[in-house]
């Protein structure tokens, strides 16, 4: 069966959970990891503020080594089990990388509707720290 991107996005999208801009500012103070899944360079242009990049090309292999997922304060806390809020330009790749995080096991992914794009419409800071 062949599918189109958008078949294939839309099928993500089914299968996990998502924010809206407003949804994700409401986590303010919620222990979690943005992460930035877009390229390096797409990156460096302008991000949320906190999100750490973790391109969808090789999330599934870095996710475990990257610092902001090494770093847990109780020891006791299962890294599958904490917070994840991914985006990128307008919520695609986003999707698909929830997804298979999902299927990795990680139990509390969401996306960001919309994206990059959707935060910066809702007149949202965006850094290039």
Partial sequence: MTMTVDALVAAARG???E???AGYRA???HEHVLIDVREPAEYAAGH???AVNLPRGVLEFQIHAHP???CVA???LSLRDRPLVLYCLSG???ALAADSLGLLGFGKVYSLAGGLAAWRNAGLDVTME
């Fill in 48 to 50: 949320l503020p906190g």
């Fill in 92 to 94: 695609g790749r986003s």
């Fill in 19 to 21: 924010l809206s801009p």
């Fill in 68 to 70: 902001a997922m090494a």
């Fill in 15 to 17: 299968r996990i959970r």
């Fill in 27 to 29: 986590w303010t103070g």
């Fill in 74 to 76: 109780d020891s006791a």
